[in-house]
């Protein structure tokens, strides 16, 4: 069943770390609640203390009864079998109330930070894990972490438990306690057999959750696509293979689990065994009562439960700390993107210079090799090229989303690298291909950027936008819900918001990153209406396949596998008769207005 192990690789963030190591991680956790612990640990001992009190109390009892057999003695025992029971509920209840609550604030706490390291993340981290696993760890990791709160709540009771045992066993029979003791490390070393399958188990199981997350999420975003594609029955087989992954490896999971206790159980009727065997030596040779034989017998009973869960915590202490080595994974993975300084820029100009940059996404891809580049504050600058030239990432590097490999990016004579991000990043403004929207209204996407923004700022950035004849068309003008990813509104729409957005923000750097490619031709008259405004007196970079996007540029940029190879105004361009006037060709003169009334008039 080799085939079942298949695609259960760690990612290349994971680590392996000590146990010890994981403890003084997860103690932190644990110190916010130690005295709801501490309470826990007493009420669940106190709790099984009274369930071993009823056998002693009926013990007692049938001695009373033989000597004087009255109506009262029998009330007087129901009343103290009632009133322990009693006790035991109320004390049952105050753990696992307190417990419950102890295990919600270590989870939310550590789901709080788990969410925080993927904030954190570059971008180049989601490009190269699946979201759907990175999902998985905040919810399902962080949910299998109660394991660890639940036994570890448990854990000190059972330890006391165990001692007050140990205690009253010794005022029954001193000699079989002592044999009882010996007894015990056997189970011990059996339990601590169990915690390395048990660990390398359970990782395996949290992977495979992993993925069945990783799947659900890709098939059901990409569900059109699938349908489109009459691929409803492979996408159905591929999820068959990765739910009997998932099936095999739960099952083993189950089998490792459910085997500690029974072997334990097994070890623990042998211990009784010997036990009732010496005992009854014993109690023939008359060092102890055959009663008090009997509630050795009962006690010891009591005694191997405990016991048993001592020495198995840390086996079953594994699925939590699986779960916390892939949680704890998540918050070390190393940034790419490594910031030298935390320079505030307050007026940013818009300076943009690239020295001898080089780039790549991976070892084996460069994409900018000695690229250099300036961009004076207030132009705009197009980059146009054939897909793969590099564009975007040039984009992408000024919005300091991605780490260089060598060269230098500066930003008003200033190294991007000892930037405070945050602050410089209020000064961007990016719209890219296909923007993301929010669930909720028009209005809310617009303010996204500045939360602070009056309702009429937002309305006034977004009849900057074409006029604001769009919002019109939208059913409630600007308390218009999107949708889930914008989906109610057509692909221009969202072009339309994304750029008030940005506009709202007021950047001093703009981003345009293939922003009408997807457009209808009346949209894009709009966004072209809206840009002339945006585009005024701010450091623009356009990135287009449109022609009315870049004609106007101060400078137009022509890229070739990441190399600058002509540069000038569109009409220099053309009148080179280069390569950019072969893209002209191929590609944008069918979209001028020249070209159009052309074959309108051949029409």
Do not use: C
Not at 113 to 138: C, E, W
Request: a neutral charge; proline letters at 2%; glycine letters at 8%.
């Amino acid at each position: 069943m080799g085939f079942i192990m298949d695609g259960l690789d760690a990612e290349a963030y994971d680590r392996t770390y000590k146990d010890s190591e994981l403890l003084k991680r997860i103690v932190v956790y644990f110190k916010p609640e130690i005295g709801r612990i501490v309470v826990v640990a007493i009420a669940v001992t106190l709790s099984s203390l009274m369930n071993l009190a009823l056998p002693v109390v009926i013990s007692m009892v049938l001695d009373r009864v033989q000597t004087d057999p009255s109506t009262r003695t029998l009330i007087t025992a129901a009343l103290a079998v009632a009133g322990i029971a009693s006790l035991g509920w109320v004390f049952n209840w105050a753990h696992r109330r307190l417990a419950a609550q102890g295990i919600g604030n270590v989870v939310i706490r550590m789901r709080e930070d788990a969410f925080d390291a993927i904030m954190r993340r570059d971008l180049s981290f989601y490009d190269q894990f699946p979201s759907g696993k990175i999902v998985s760890r905040i919810t399902s990791d962080t949910q299998a972490f109660t394991q660890v709160v639940t036994l570890t709540m448990d854990l000190l009771s059972r330890i006391l438990t165990v001692v007050l045992l140990i205690g009253y066993l010794f005022t029954v029979s001193a000699y079989l306690t002592l044999i009882l003791l010996a007894l015990a490390p056997f189970i011990f070393a059996v339990a601590l057999a169990f915690r390395k399958i048990a660990r390398d188990t359970i990782t395996q199981q949290r992977r495979v959750a992993a993925n069945v997350s990783s799947h659900i999420q890709e098939t059901v975003s990409g569900i059109g696509v699938a349908k489109t594609f009459r691929q409803e029955q492979a996408v159905y087989d591929e999820f068959l293979d990765v739910n009997k992954k998932s099936f095999w490896i739960g099952l083993k999971t189950g089998f490792v689990f459910s085997g500690i206790f029974p072997i334990l159980g097994i070890l623990a009727g042998f211990g009784t065994a010997a036990l009732t065997y010496w005992g009854g030596l014993v109690a023939l040779a008359g060092t102890i009562t055959a009663g008090a034989w009997y509630l050795f017998i009962q006690g010891i009973n009591a005694f191997w439960f405990p016991l048993t869960s001592i020495a198995s915590f840390w086996s079953q202490f594994q699925l939590g700390l699986a779960a916390a080595e892939r949680i704890f994974a998540l918050f070390d993975a190393e940034a790419k993107v490594q910031q030298i300084g935390e320079v505030r820029l307050e007026d940013v100009q818009g300076d943009i210079r690239f020295e001898g940059v080089d780039f790549r996404y991976n070892e084996k891809e460069a994409v900018l090799e000695d690229f250099s580049l300036h961009i004076p504050a207030g132009k705009t600058y197009a980059l146009v090229g054939h897909t793969g030239s590099g564009k975007s990432s040039i984009g992408k590097l000024i919005a300091r989303f991605y780490e260089f490999q060598g060269g230098k990016i500066s930003i008003d004579g200033h190294d991007i690298r000892s930037l405070a991000l945050r602050s410089y990043r209020e000064k961007l403004g990016i719209v890219t291909q296909t923007p993301f929207l929010f669930d909720g209204t028009v209005m809310d996407n617009i303010r996204y950027g500045k939360p602070d923004a009056t309702d009429e700022e937002v309305v006034k950035a977004a009849r900057t936008v074409g006029r604001g004849d769009w919002i019109d068309s939208l059913p409630q003008g600007l308390a218009t819900e999107v949708g889930e990813r914008g989906g109610s509104l057509s692909m221009g729409q969202r072009q339309l918001v994304a750029l008030a957005r940005v506009l709202l923000e007021d950047p001093s750097i703009f981003i345009l990153d293939e922003a009408t490619a997807s457009v209808d031709p009346l949209t894009e008259t709009l966004i072209q209406e809206g840009l002339d405004v945006v585009l005024k007196n701010r450091t623009s970079v356009v990135i287009a396949h449109r022609l009315s996007t870049i004609k106007h540029a101060d400078q137009i940029i022509v890229l070739r596998e990441g190399k600058i190879i002509e540069r000038g105004t569109h009409d220099e361009l053309l009148a080179q008769g280069g390569h950019y006037a072969e893209l002209y060709n191929t590609y944008f003169r069918h979209q001028s207005l020249e070209y159009i009334e052309k074959m309108g008039d051949r029409g």
